[in-house]
């Protein structure tokens, strides 16, 4: 062979070399590609589950504060009432006491 010929033949297989590489970066680019946006699918989703788990917590620990504090607007209220009937009931005591007194002291008198 003469060495323009072999020349030639290396450019050739110089350049069929280059295009297997580039064929197989292509094909590695797709492969990645689409890796990247199942991995984003899978991510989009992921997040978007944590969103409404995360809502759901918000919604229950208001819930239970709404109940706390239920429980405890009837804890004082019960409380208010118990003190109201004992103040009222010793307010007609002696308002009974008085009454009977001044009856007994009027008739007496």
Same mark, same amino acid.
């Given at each position: 062979?003469?060495?323009?010929?072999?020349?030639?033949?290396?450019?050739? $297989?110089?350049?069929?070399?280059?295009?297997?590489? =580039?064929?197989?970066?292509? +094909? %590695?680019?797709? #492969?990645? $590609?689409? /890796?990247? =946006? !199942?991995? =984003?699918?899978?991510?989009?989703?992921? #997040?978007?589950?944590? @969103?409404?788990?995360? @809502? %759901? *917590?918000? @919604? *229950?620990?208001? /819930?239970?504060?709404?109940?706390?504090? =239920? +429980?405890?607007?009837?804890?004082?209220?019960?409380?208010?009432?118990?003190?109201? +009937?004992?103040?009222?009931?010793? %307010?007609?005591?002696?308002?009974?006491?008085?009454?009977?007194? @001044?009856?007994?002291?009027? !008739?007496?008198?």
């Amino acid at each position: 062979m003469e060495p323009q010929e072999e020349y030639v033949k290396s450019l050739k $297989q110089i350049k069929e070399a280059e295009e297997k590489v =580039q064929e197989e970066i292509d +094909a %590695r680019r797709k #492969v990645v $590609q689409e /890796e990247l =946006q !199942n991995l =984003q699918v899978t991510t989009d989703a992921a #997040v978007k589950e944590a @969103e409404k788990e995360g @809502e %759901r *917590m918000v @919604e *229950m620990e208001v /819930e239970q504060a709404k109940q706390r504090a =239920q +429980a405890e607007a009837r804890k004082i209220l019960d409380d208010a009432k118990a003190k109201a +009937a004992t103040i009222s009931a010793k %307010r007609i005591d002696a308002k009974t006491a008085r009454t009977v007194i @001044e009856e007994v002291l009027l !008739n007496r008198l």
